[in-house]
């Protein structure tokens, strides 16, 4: 049993749902990956189909996605240059997850509850 401040967090640090939300957990991550769900995306396409999102905010939790194994981002040697993401098979792993949190929170809105979190 944890007895240490680092005990506790080290425990934290293996169980899976802090894990999952590790992975996930940052404010666009769920909606990237939702749209690489559907094939490889251009930095702009991301842009223009997440337009609450700021560029830097993209920009940053693409980075993280990337170093976490979710996504793959291609470079092509061209000008201009052409910058594509697209879902790795452990990316494509959570696809599952990502449709099940969708379909609840079509039901969630169904109920007309107001959602009080800032988004």
């Not at 092509?76 to 949190?101: A, D, F, H, R």
Request: hydrophobic share 35%; aromatic share 6%.
């Amino acid at each position: 049993m944890p007895t240490s401040k680092a005990d506790k967090a080290e425990s934290l640090n293996n169980m899976p749902l802090i894990a999952m939300i590790k992975l996930i957990g940052g404010k666009y991550k769920p909606l990237i990956l939702w749209r690489l769900m559907t094939g490889t995306k251009r930095y702009s396409t991301l842009r223009k189909e997440i337009p609450c999102a700021t560029a830097k905010m993209i920009t940053q939790q693409l980075r993280e996605l990337e170093a976490d194994g979710l996504i793959k981002r291609t470079v092509y040697p061209v000008v201009p240059p052409k910058v594509e993401y697209t879902l790795t098979p452990q990316g494509e792993s959570i696809s599952p997850v990502l449709q099940t949190m969708y379909e609840w929170g079509q039901k969630h809105l169904q109920t007309n509850q107001p959602i009080k979190t800032k988004t």
